[in-house]
């Protein structure tokens, strides 16, 4: 590891974890950039000239760009300080997706403050914004985590070098939130298992190799589309809906120990838990009743949104 990433580690882990910062003296930093170090030597080249030629035009120049580049300093550290930065959690996502993460910049200042910058610390990638006056503004920034589970969120930096350029203004924020990231669905997996009778009755739906179900009825007005048969209606040129009375009778209990991929090792476990995810997808959308069973850990079946979040939860933080 190098010098500088320690140092960037040691001077993050001094800034606690926060989900809402307020921008102040105490910080927000400001250093001269390039141009400015350049500007500085210039105004210094110039001072000495006019001294030794007893230049009155040349005093005048240089005080007039010194005043500037001082005013500018004192505008460029104004545009960040006093800014309430707000985060706004960010939702599950599978992996090898983009995480979005949105900032809500809030200012009471009665002037507009512009070329504000926002950007994962030390990535480079800035998505810049002017935030009105006594208004909000909304930047969105990206990162990608690297495998599934529970991940807190980056670093994040925020600067401008409004007016001039020739100072940086920075602050970095450490926020407190985490996401979580689900396993990424095999693209191409086999069907489904078969689907147990509930107790109360058997079944009277078919189950197909295919993991489709041959009880049908006419569209009804209002059925879920995710009932709807669209392979018939190609065929039959007629809207048909599956009978979610049979495909309820069914219940479905997915198995880490039961996915068909053999081996034990970490990449072998990563490859269940992939399918078992695309088979909690596919079940929610055949509407079928599917519990999720993984090692000590046993969601009873179930449907709907908040069951299958919860058995993405669980596939998500599966040890591995």
């Given at each position: ?5 320690r ?24 250093l ?13 080249v110039l ?73 994962i ?162 079940a ?37």
């Amino acid at each position: 590891m190098s010098l500088r990433q320690r140092f960037q580690q040691w001077f993050q882990s001094r800034i606690g974890r926060r989900d809402s910062t307020l921008l102040t003296q105490r910080n927000v930093y400001i250093l001269p950039t390039g141009p400015g170090f350049m500007l500085g030597v210039t105004l210094l080249v110039l001072l000495v000239a006019s001294i030794n030629y007893q230049l009155n035009l040349g005093y005048l120049l240089t005080f007039l760009l010194a005043g500037s580049a001082v005013v500018g300093m004192h505008v460029c550290h104004g545009t960040l300080r006093g800014l309430t930065m707000n985060l706004v959690a960010p939702d599950a996502q599978f992996a090898g997706a983009s995480v979005h993460i949105d900032i809500n910049l809030l200012s009471n200042r009665r002037t507009v403050r512009h070329g504000i910058g926002l950007a994962i610390f030390g990535s480079g990638h800035w998505n810049w914004t002017d935030v009105p006056a006594q208004g909000s503004a909304r930047v969105q920034v990206t990162f990608q985590p690297a495998r599934r589970g529970l991940h807190p969120l980056p670093a994040l930096t925020a600067e401008t070098r409004f007016p001039l350029g020739t100072f940086r203004v920075w602050t970095v924020w450490r926020p407190a939130a985490q996401v979580l990231i689900y396993p990424t669905p095999e693209p191409h997996p086999p069907p489904l298992p078969t689907g147990e009778p509930r107790a109360g009755g058997a079944s009277n739906a078919q189950h197909q190799s295919t993991g489709e179900f041959d009880g049908v009825r006419a569209y009804r007005r209002g059925d879920p589309l995710k009932l709807v048969v669209w392979k018939k209606i190609a065929k039959a040129d007629e809207l048909v809906s599956r009978d979610a009375q049979q495909v309820q009778r069914l219940e479905l209990w997915l198995d880490l120990a039961h996915t068909g991929i053999p081996g034990a090792d970490a990449g072998v476990v990563e490859r269940r838990l992939s399918r078992l995810c695309a088979w909690v997808l596919r079940a929610e959308k055949l509407g079928m009743q599917y519990g999720l069973h993984l090692g000590s850990v046993e969601l009873s079946p179930g449907n709907g949104d908040a069951h299958k979040k919860a058995c993405l939860q669980a596939l998500a933080l599966a040890a591995a």
